[in-house]
């Protein structure tokens, strides 16, 4: 178990207020992808070298946006979130989930991202007529990639937007535009270095119970050491990048509330999980009940 923080580097955008990670309607699906009322997965990004690219944190505020040439879909920014996890390259699309397959084929390089998208969005014709958002990347500049917006122009946006903050909570979703593959394949890998983590500590599994919704955990496990019988209940998050001092995870409803009724409940997030030489940090039900705080609830309307 490793508890080792890492210190990012300084940004040499000194200026910057939030990623702008863009849907091309020529090549991708936008009107599928919004339907689903937000994104919780890996976002392709361009394959060239960028020191933007490298300069992307876990944690850091995003922005998304919509281009132009979509007939049902207005050009715009359309939703805000955060990056959930870092940025990894080789890992090819899935040509099902764009409309241009052919260039699916040549996106290899992604970025974790949970947004929440807007029920109004602030379009292309309004970001031009607001004096600070008409200078920005995405709206003066559309083949910058990856853009950005500065601190006044995130400011602008949100007063367009009718949003007091960036942050309204992650949609719990998943989108068939992105990377669900690679999500499904960071998950395998998590799963496999939780299971050898705890056969080190002596631990044989009982039941593997990824499939069965509403348990709030993923592993159970047990021991027995110096006459003394242990069962633990695991949830394993993996994550690609490195764990820094800002790293955190989301946990459902039925996670936390597992974390609070069964007492053996555990924590295990599995950091640079796609390396050879994956790191865990485990914390149990009681410390992840302290360190969380809500991003957002769901409210479920009466019926008229």
Same mark, same amino acid.
């Given at each position: 178990?490793?508890?080792?923080?890492?210190?990012?580097?300084?940004?040499?955008?000194?200026?910057?207020?939030?990623?702008?990670?863009?849907?091309?309607?020529?090549?991708?699906?936008?009107?599928?992808?919004?339907?689903?009322?937000?994104?919780?997965?890996?976002?392709?990004?361009?394959?060239?070298?960028?020191?933007?690219?490298?300069?992307?944190?876990?944690?850091?505020?995003?922005?998304?946006?919509?281009?132009?040439?979509?007939?049902?879909?207005?050009?715009?920014?359309?939703?805000?979130?955060?990056?959930?996890?870092?940025?990894?390259?080789?890992?090819?699309?899935?040509?099902?989930?764009?409309?241009?397959?052919?260039?699916?084929?040549?996106?290899?390089?992604?970025?974790?991202?949970?947004?929440?998208?807007?029920?109004?969005?602030?379009?292309?014709?309004?970001?031009?007529?607001?004096?600070? %958002?008409?200078? &920005? /990347?995405?709206?003066? =500049?559309?083949? #910058?990639?990856?853009?950005?917006?500065? !601190?006044?122009?995130?400011? +602008?946006?949100?007063?367009?937007?009718?949003?007091?903050?960036?942050?309204?909570?992650?949609?719990?979703?998943?989108?068939?535009?992105?990377?669900?593959?690679?999500?499904?394949?960071?998950?395998?890998?998590?799963?496999?270095?939780?299971?050898?983590?705890?056969?080190?500590?002596?631990?044989?599994?009982?039941?593997?119970?990824?499939?069965?919704?509403?348990?709030?955990?993923?592993?159970?496990?047990?021991?027995?050491?110096?006459?003394?019988?242990?069962?633990?209940?695991?949830?394993?998050?993996?994550?690609?990048?490195?764990?820094?001092?800002?790293?955190?995870?989301?946990?459902?409803?039925?996670?936390?509330?597992?974390?609070?009724?069964?007492?053996?409940?555990?924590? %295990?997030?599995? &950091? /640079?999980?796609?390396? =050879?030489?994956? #790191?865990?940090?485990?914390?149990?039900? !009681?410390?992840?009940?302290? +360190?969380?705080?809500?991003?957002?609830?769901?409210?479920?309307?009466?019926?008229?």
């Amino acid at each position: 178990m490793s508890n080792e923080s890492t210190e990012q580097p300084e940004r040499r955008l000194t200026d910057f207020g939030a990623w702008v990670i863009k849907c091309n309607p020529e090549f991708s699906k936008p009107q599928e992808l919004l339907a689903q009322g937000g994104l919780d997965d890996y976002w392709s990004l361009t394959n060239s070298p960028s020191y933007r690219v490298d300069e992307m944190q876990e944690d850091d505020p995003v922005v998304f946006y919509v281009g132009r040439g979509s007939r049902t879909v207005d050009a715009g920014f359309w939703g805000a979130g955060m990056i959930t996890d870092g940025v990894v390259r080789g890992i090819e699309a899935d040509p099902d989930a764009w409309a241009d397959s052919e260039r699916a084929e040549s996106r290899t390089t992604w970025l974790g991202v949970g947004v929440t998208f807007w029920e109004v969005p602030v379009t292309l014709e309004q970001a031009r007529e607001d004096e600070v %958002l008409a200078a &920005s /990347e995405p709206v003066a =500049k559309p083949q #910058v990639s990856p853009a950005y917006l500065t !601190k006044a122009e995130l400011d +602008a946006l949100l007063a367009l937007a009718g949003h007091e903050s960036l942050f309204d909570g992650t949609a719990a979703v998943r989108s068939r535009h992105s990377g669900s593959e690679l999500k499904a394949i960071v998950e395998k890998r998590a799963i496999a270095a939780a299971k050898k983590h705890y056969k080190k500590l002596g631990f044989k599994l009982v039941k593997d119970v990824q499939s069965e919704r509403g348990l709030g955990y993923d592993l159970e496990l047990k021991r027995k050491e110096g006459g003394v019988k242990e069962t633990i209940l695991v949830e394993v998050k993996g994550k690609i990048g490195k764990r820094t001092s800002t790293s955190s995870v989301v946990l459902t409803a039925n996670e936390l509330k597992a974390a609070k009724k069964e007492k053996g409940w555990r924590l %295990l997030v599995v &950091s /640079e999980a796609l390396e =050879k030489k994956p #790191v865990v940090t485990e914390i149990s039900g !009681k410390e992840a009940r302290k +360190a969380s705080k809500a991003m957002a609830h769901t409210v479920t309307l009466p019926q008229s």
